[in-house]
């Protein structure tokens, strides 16, 4: 992700949070793990480090990258099975 050191005001740090609680609760319940949630942060601060501060396009950011990712969806392309 690449930022190292960022600083972030209190009041940015409890929008990254209501964003990452929201995040969460869009997912199925046995998704909520510990892991998701930090895989989410990590995408939530990367945003944040590049001054992004629209709760939306975080969120939206987000849970992008993490549903692109095969690993976390449901849903395998054919083309991807025939690999």
Not at 18 to 41: G, H, Q
Not at 60 to 79: D, F, G, K, R, W
Request: glycine content about 4%; proline content about 4%; charged content about 20%.
């Amino acid at each position: 992700m690449g930022v190292i050191g960022a600083v972030y005001q209190p009041e940015i740090i409890e929008l990254m949070k209501a964003v990452l609680d929201d995040a969460a609760a869009t997912l199925p319940e046995a998704k909520r793990t510990s892991t998701m949630k930090a895989e989410i942060a990590s995408h939530i601060l990367a945003c944040a480090a590049k001054g992004e501060r629209d709760p939306a396009v975080l969120k939206v950011a987000a849970l992008s990258a993490v549903t692109e990712c095969s690993h976390y969806s449901h849903y395998i392309s054919a083309a991807r099975r025939a690999v």
